[in-house]
């Protein structure tokens, strides 16, 4: 039976996902073999040394202390992506809202209080709905920076309303270039891009390689008439720069989930407050996905989605028995254990060993399970931090 400590509501679609019958879950819980929490801060609590594992249900990690857990072989795992097609959605929406006059017809609609009669209602709004008039999305440019889990699902979306898509992501993953449709063209250089493009959708971490990425310099690239999305991060533009290039008509208009004082009331301006993630779908997702990366790290050693372990991951074959350990990432140590079986003739059937910065990771699956002595001999090993027996 594992037991696992749950903190904040955790949705039930995930936590429904651990079977009654292997495990306990509980918030609160005692002695527990992991946790799965959103927000809750973990700095200031001692976990019980009974922990293995901490996932998170949702991208950062900030509330999590994962230095010192890696020095115990706590795993912590996230959820990338869980949330990309809310993000997804709303930037779509930040794109439909910048090209029509939608929130300026329904504020001018809502203003009509006054207006008893619906005849004459109807005969003034068709006098004056051309000043609502707007453009489509349908063949107009839109360039993505960063083409991760977001970025690669705005590109296909917006080739789906017939945008023309323009990438530039100097790193993009495998993962996200299998996702990315074909149609998506690559672009050398943000340079390039940015001159080209009637929209901008930013979707790339807010790191030192990023950090003001759209400045003043950047932005006399730009198109007079550009629509800049930015659901990414506040810190990846310099939105006082974004506000002098509305100010003297050199953007059109800048749609953003980072809403800043000096942003406030400009008619050039949509800011939302960072409601990107906010949807009870994306909520399931991270909790599914906890779930899931948990399980499998529980029941079978594979890791996947963690901040601090190498992805690790080994498919459940015949054998008997599977032992999992973790050590410092020096060298010899995975020898002196596979030397330790092989005096007791213990026979490796398969094995997977990676390493993360400071840390390694094995997965060995052994033809049958060693004694006691064997086991205790290979937790000895110098610089083997903790070690799993995960029998069928
Ligand atoms: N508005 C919200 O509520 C909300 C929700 C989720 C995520 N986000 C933000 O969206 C960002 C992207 O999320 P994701 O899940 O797609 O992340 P991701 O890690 O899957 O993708 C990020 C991509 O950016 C690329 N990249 C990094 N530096 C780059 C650079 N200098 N130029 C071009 N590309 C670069 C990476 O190679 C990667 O492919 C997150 O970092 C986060 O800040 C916002």
Known sequence: MFRIRTYNKISDKGLSRFPADKYQVQEG??????VVLRSHKLHNETLPESVIAVARAGAGVNNVPVEDYTKKGI???NTPGANANAVKELVLAGMLLSSRGILQGKNFVDGLGHMQDSAE??????????RFAGNELAGKKLGIIGLGAIGSM????????????LGFDPAISVEAAWRLSSDVERMESMQAL???VDYLSLHVPAIPATKGMINEETLKLMKPDAVILNFARDAIVDSKAILAALNNDALRQYICDFPEPWLIGNEKVIALPHIGASTAEAEENCAVMAVNQLKDYLENGNIRNSVNFPQTEMARGDAACRITFTNDNVSGVLGHVLGILADKKVNVIDM??????DVAYNIL?????????????VREVENVI?????CK
């Open 121 to 130: 209602m109807s005969k003034f709004l068709e006098a004056e709905k051309k």
């Open 194 to 196: 940015l001159a080209e």
């Open 386 to 390: 903790s070690l799993r027996v995960l």
């Open 365 to 377: 699956d052994l033809e049958e399970l060693p004694n006691e002595d064997v086991i205790k001999a």
């Open 29 to 34: 819980a005692e002695t527990p073999d992991a």
């Open 75 to 77: 795993v912590v795992f």
């Open 154 to 165: 705005v590109a296909n979306a917006a080739l789906a309303l017939d945008m023309r898509v």
């Open 352 to 357: 997977v060993n990676k390493s993360r910065d």
